[in-house]
């Protein structure tokens, strides 16, 4: 009761929406609606393609103080359009990501209490080659399983990492060590993303050596995809990077700041409920048999100290 929770998300997850309002009301809390046509929770998609960068640059302050000051944070993202940004330039959103970064560092952190869900809609049905009806299954069973016995399964299998001094991924043109001495690993089942089921832990940002290929899956960001995705990293930071299309878009992301060339997180997808690509990170990432990395930033709150606007899973399957 009291509580002020930031409730974000867009015309097509109404009927979910229109539920949260109504049992934050029975427990005496005050949503705060952030109601968007696309974009991220602090912006939309067409102030991001006109404002001045000066502006982009700066947070609302207005915006700020909520981020700071709510007791928690709800999403349910449900896009009319997954493409919807693609003409958007890196530096732009990097430099949005940027101004809010020390804001949302609370729910990075988990100092404030959070959870992004999905309301199935046709757009997100399209990207993953499924009818409306059939992906809908697939997110409910994604979502709808034992948390507390994959959380304790996980717990198991991220305990290894714990004990562990090093980390080597072997695949498909793929030969990378990371070192994860000293590192805490983290636990995703159903406590932040919905679906959760993942591990994950900050590599130690000067250790990777090798190569690692990203040519199962094309990474996706801001509405792009990007095509066998190939990186060469030397003491930590990536000297050679090429892709098989937006070759571009990748370099000039990875020119975003002198983070964004090294690895903000390792993590290990384990959900049972997700066994196929879906053309969305947020399930592709705990796709079971899977690894991802991500680009950027890491969580210091388990050890990271990697800092950068951008923060960019990538996916590459590891079961065959």
């Known amino acids: ?9 867009t015309p097509w ?14 427990r005496g809390a005050y949503p705060l609606l952030r109601l968007t046509f696309s974009g991220g929770s602090a912006y939309h998609r067409a102030w991001l393609r006109h404002a001045p960068l000066d502006v982009i640059s700066e947070p609302a302050p207005i915006e700020v103080h909520a981020l700071e000051q709510c007791d928690a944070w709800l999403g349910v993202s449900a896009p009319e359009n997954t493409r919807d940004g693609a003409d958007i330039p890196a530096e732009r959103t990097s430099a949005v990501g940027e101004a809010y970064r020390d804001a949302e560092s609370r729910l990075h952190r988990k100092e404030t209490p959070w959870v992004l869900c999905w309301y199935p809609t046709p757009a997100l049905a399209q990207d993953a080659g499924m009818t409306l009806p059939a992906f809908a299954d697939f997110l409910y069973g994604s979502c709808l399983i034992d948390w507390k016995s994959l959380h304790e399964q996980i717990s198991r299998q991220a305990q290894l990492f714990d004990e562990a001094e090093e980390v080597r991924i072997v695949g498909n043109g793929t030969d990378l060590r990371l070192s994860v001495l000293g590192r805490r690993t983290d636990v995703d089942a159903g406590t932040g993303n919905m679906p959760g089921g993942e591990f994950f832990v900050c590599p130690v940002e000067t250790s990777a050596e090798g190569t690692i290929a990203f040519t199962e899956f094309p990474a996706t960001l801001g509405g792009r995809e990007v095509r066998g995705v190939r990186l060469r990293f030397s003491e ?3 000297v050679d990077a090429s892709a098989d299309s937006e070759e571009d878009f990748l370099l000039e992301t990875l020119d975003t700041d002198e983070g964004a060339r090294r690895i903000g997180e390792l993590g290990i997808g384990c959900n049972p409920g997700i066994n196929r690509y879906m053309r969305n990170i947020y399930f592709d990432e705990k796709m079971n048999g899977t690894i991802h990395l991500a680009l ?20 590459k399957d590891l079961r065959s």
């Open 236 to 238: 930590g930071r990536i």
């Open 296 to 315: 950027g930033f890491g969580f210091d709150y388990i050890g990271g100290t990697n800092q950068s606007a951008i923060h960019w899973d990538i996916v």
């Open 1 to 9: 009761p009291g509580w002020q929770v930031i409730v974000w998300g």
């Open 13 to 26: 997850a109404r009927p979910l929406l229109e539920e949260v309002m109504k049992q934050l009301g029975e």
